[in-house]
């Protein structure tokens, strides 16, 4: 299973908004709404910010927002502040209980 | 508060055997799928398996089946991941991960738990 595939980074200004593609294909993104964000700082462990494409868990501010059409789901970041800097990985059900990760993004705040 | 510890980092030597565990607390352990990542140094997370600590089900990503094996202790709360015979390749750090009900996405994670094989 391949992994799916995000742009290696992305930067932008604080107040800014920056939006991370993850692009797999209709055996994973394209085939289920279990699309899924997370952010990890150095470090440390992975935290969740979006499920099901375009859900929040508690604590998550409302300035990170999901999508999908077809085989890519996408993650905006508005108002981008310091604190936003980080990897963000994308994750989808694969069926057959298994999930497959994408590369991986570093947003970089300028 | 839910809450999963992994066990402390680890160096073996090729061919050594090792467990690493993953002790959850906060919330009903039998009930919730855990799954095992692994994380490569600068790459992206890999989904290794889950199990079921109620009845010990087990799935696998084919790309681990039979490198590895997962497990869960109901009683202990605990779950494990463990090798019979490390492999250089295995260095990375790996992290244990609650299932959300319905096993949709992965709500809370363990800090993880770094292995080193070096000869």
């Known amino acids: 299973q391949s992994a799916l595939t995000q742009p290696r980074s992305v930067s932008g200004s604080p107040g800014q908004s920056v939006t991370i593609s993850c692009t797999g294909t209709?055996?994973?993104?394209?085939?289920?709404?279990?699309v899924f964000w997370y952010q990890q700082h150095p470090g440390k462990a992975p935290q969740l910010i979006l499920y099901?494409?375009?859900e929040r868990p508690s604590g998550v501010p409302d300035r990170f927002s999901g999508s999908k059409s077809g085989n890519t789901a996408s993650l905006t970041i508005s108002r981008l502040q310091a604190e936003d800097e980080a990897d963000y990985f994308c994750?989808?059900?694969?069926?057959?209980?298994?999930?497959?990760f994408g590369t991986g993004t570093k947003v970089t705040v300028l | 508060e839910v809450l999963l510890v992994q066990s402390g980092a680890e160096v073996k030597k090729p061919g050594e055997s090792l467990r690493i565990s993953c002790m959850a607390s906060?919330?009903?352990?039998?009930?919730?799928?855990v799954a095992w990542v692994r994380q490569k140094p600068g790459m992206s997370p890999e989904f290794m398996g889950v199990?079921?600590?109620?009845?010990?089900?087990?799935k696998y990503s084919p790309s681990f089946q039979g490198q590895v094996t997962i497990s869960a202790h109901r009683s202990l709360r605990s779950a494990s991941l463990q090798w019979d015979s490390l492999k250089t390749s295995d260095t990375a750090t790996y992290y244990c991960?609650?299932?959300?009900?319905?096993?949709?996405?992965?709500?809370?994670w363990g800090q993880g738990t770094q292995v080193t094989v070096s000869s």
């Open positions: 099901d494409v375009t």
């Open positions: 199990v079921y600590p109620d009845d010990s089900d087990t």
């Open positions: 994750c989808s059900y694969a069926g057959s209980f298994t999930f497959v």
């Open positions: 991960a609650r299932g959300s009900e319905g096993l949709d996405y992965f709500d809370y």
């Open positions: 906060g919330y009903r352990f039998a009930e919730y799928w």
């Open positions: 209709t055996n994973d993104v394209g085939g289920y709404k279990y």
